[in-house]
C-alpha cells in the first residue's frame, strides 16, 4: 500500500499543472445568427409611434428633415450624459429641419414627463420597453442607441447599443454654414 501511495505521489509531482486545470468549454455554435440592425445607406424602416400627448405620427411623415431616433432612457447614464449635446444640436439646427425622435425605455410616463421638463427637452417622445416594436424594428439590445436618418430617408449613421455618435460633427455635415 506505501508502494501505491508513493507512486500516485510522484505521478501527481511529474504531472503537468495544465493537466489538472479546468478546460473552457467549447464554443457553442449560436442557433440563429446575431440580429444586426440597419446599415448605413439603407431606408430607414419605418414604424408608426404615438407621442406623450396622445398624437399618432409616424417616420415617414419626417421625409425632407434629417432624424435622429433616439433609443434611450432616464435610468441610463450614457443617455442622459448625452443630452446636453442634443439640446445644442436641436436648438441650432431644427428651424433649418433637424428633428430628434426619442424613444424611451421602461420609464412611467410621469417620471418621464417630469425628467423632460426639468431639462427643457422640447422633442417629440414615445414610449415603448425595451423589447417594444420600435426596438425590435431595429434590432436594439443596449442603450443608448442612435440611428440618424437623412433627408431621403436613409440611413446616414447607425450607432445601436451602446454606440455613440458625433452629432456635432454629423450635422455640421449636413447643414453647412450660409
Avoid at 443617455?79 to 436648438?91: D, N, Q, R
Avoid at 415603448?128 to 436613409?154: C, H, Q
Wanted: one cysteine or more; hydrophobic letters at 45%; a neutral charge.
Amino acid at each position: 500500500m506505501t508502494v501505491q501511495v508513493v507512486l500516485i505521489a510522484l505521478a501527481l509531482a511529474l504531472a503537468p499543472v495544465s493537466a489538472f486545470q479546468a478546460k473552457p468549454a467549447a464554443p457553442q455554435s449560436p442557433t440563429k445568427p446575431a440580429a444586426t440592425g440597419p446599415k448605413v445607406g439603407s431606408p430607414a424602416p419605418d414604424f408608426s409611434y404615438i407621442d406623450l400627448a396622445g398624437t399618432r405620427h409616424k417616420l415617414s411623415d419626417l421625409k425632407g428633415k434629417v432624424v435622429l431616433l433616439d433609443f434611450w432612457g432616464t435610468w441610463c447614464g450614457p443617455c442622459v450624459a448625452g443630452i446636453p449635446k442634443m439640446l445644442a444640436a436641436y436648438e441650432k439646427y431644427n428651424a433649418r429641419g433637424f428633428e430628434i425622435v426619442g424613444i424611451d425605455a421602461l420609464d412611467s410616463k410621469e417620471k418621464l414627463q417630469t425628467f423632460l421638463t426639468g431639462r427643457k427637452i422640447t422633442w417629440t417622445q414615445t414610449m415603448e420597453d425595451d423589447d417594444g416594436p420600435i426596438a425590435t424594428l431595429y434590432n436594439v439590445a443596449g442603450w443608448p442607441s442612435y440611428f440618424l436618418i437623412g433627408r431621403d430617408g436613409k440611413i446616414i449613421v447607425a450607432a445601436p447599443n451602446g454606440g455613440e455618435i458625433d452629432l456635432a460633427a454629423e450635422l455640421a455635415k449636413l447643414f453647412p454654414e450660409r
